[in-house]
């Protein structure tokens, strides 16, 4: 049987032959890659119809609400796993052994700390600055501190960068956090966990060290598992794009930082929080659904929608019951917070405008409770998300730059500018 092909038929030309491409799952993908040299071009804005690239590591079902990371369901690896058998799970397509695993994690360990010089970065920054802010130049800022591993060609050097950023990154994002609060650093303590040594490092005092609650630690975890990759999303979308120009990938995860930042992807949490602090009350609920619905108005629910789920999110399964088990845990099952969101839940997904389009609650939707009763404030939350998203970036750009098809990311346009016109003499205007 040959290849099937798609055929585009366009007016006064012969129809093109455009070859089908099948992946092991999901729908088939049709390459319209001969276009161009018939300066053609597709229109898709918003990436809706678009396959960017090909890739073996993460699959999602959007109808069927499901999410697997080479192959192994996000629920099974949350139950599980831990987040940095996740990590390599990411990096090398397969669960490690037992040794592997040892060896991986020693490795990671061993990058935990960060250069003295880059500590002074902090103080350049106003204390009361977004802790993104400061995250996007500090990790482009590691770029010019790591120069022995910036051959991106060299196989070596992209997996010493992979594990530099993965350690890294949670003392970098708990010194953002004791920065604001006038609080000394918290060096890593390499014999605790990977979420454990985090919450070590946001909490602890040089006069009192934290030993962290290990049902906090598990669900730090868990929040660290369920956000660390969601395929070609906007932010590893961008680390792909800034990567193809072969930048290093210090400055490629610095752009993921800056694109995970707005509130329709990472930025969703810390707006959850906010909208159900302004909400107050299970009483003002239905104003806010009413206002969501409001074409006129351009408030939405947060932690609701998703771009690819349109039946339920996977992810905010698993995040709704270790919010309970968080709550339990600390005795808050009470929170205020978390009635007005079960309530918000209760009525959105009884609400015909809900159901028509099909807006679940999405895994932002519970995260921010949780880590809200764990301490952690809320401008953090999207740093968090950057922790547990820096290995599916890393593992994305990795796979990008070891592909041999590997080329420029270069979009075309339709312009709708100004046709060619006579410069006019400012005297003359
Ligand atoms: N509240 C009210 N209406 C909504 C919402 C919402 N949260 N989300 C989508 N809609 C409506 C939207 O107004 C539109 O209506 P209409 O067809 O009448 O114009 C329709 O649903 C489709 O929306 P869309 O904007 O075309 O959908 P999208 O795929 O472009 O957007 C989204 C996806 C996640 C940006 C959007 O649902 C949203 O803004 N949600 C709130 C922010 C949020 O929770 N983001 C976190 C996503 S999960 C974390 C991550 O992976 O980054």
Known sequence: ???????????GKEPIDLPVMKGTLGPDVIDI???SKLDLFTYDPGFRSTASCESKI???DGNKGLLLHRGYAIEQLAEQSDFLEVCYLLLFGELPTQSQKDKFVIKVKNHTMI???LIRFYSGFRRDAHPMAIMCGVVGALSAFYHDSLDIHNEEHREICAFRLIAKMPTLAAMCYKYSIGHPFVTPLNKMGYAENFLHMMFSVPSEELIPNPVLVRAMDRIFI??????????T???RLA???GANPFACIAAGIAALWGPAHGGANEAVLAMLQEIGNVANIPKYIAKAKDKDDNFRLMGFGHRVYKNFDPRATVMRKTCYEVLDELGVHDDPLFA??????????KDPYFIEKKLYPNVDFYSGIILKAIGIPTNMFTVIFAIARTVGWIAHWNEMISSPDLSINRPRQLYTGPIIRDFVDVKKR
Do not use: C, R
């Not at 290849?3 to 366009?10: F, P, S, Y």
């Not at 369920?226 to 932010?235: I, K, V």
């Open 237 to 239: 979308s961008t680390v």
């Open 243 to 245: 990567g193809s120009s």
């Open 226 to 235: 369920l956000h660390a990759d969601h395929e070609q999303n906007a932010s």
């Open 115 to 117: 250069h003295e010089q």
């Open 33 to 35: 890659g001969a276009l």
């Open 58 to 60: 993460t699959f999602i």
């Open 1 to 11: 049987m040959g290849k099937e092909v798609a055929k585009l038929t366009l007016p």
């Open 340 to 349: 007005i969101a079960l309530k918000l839940e209760e009525i959105a997904l």
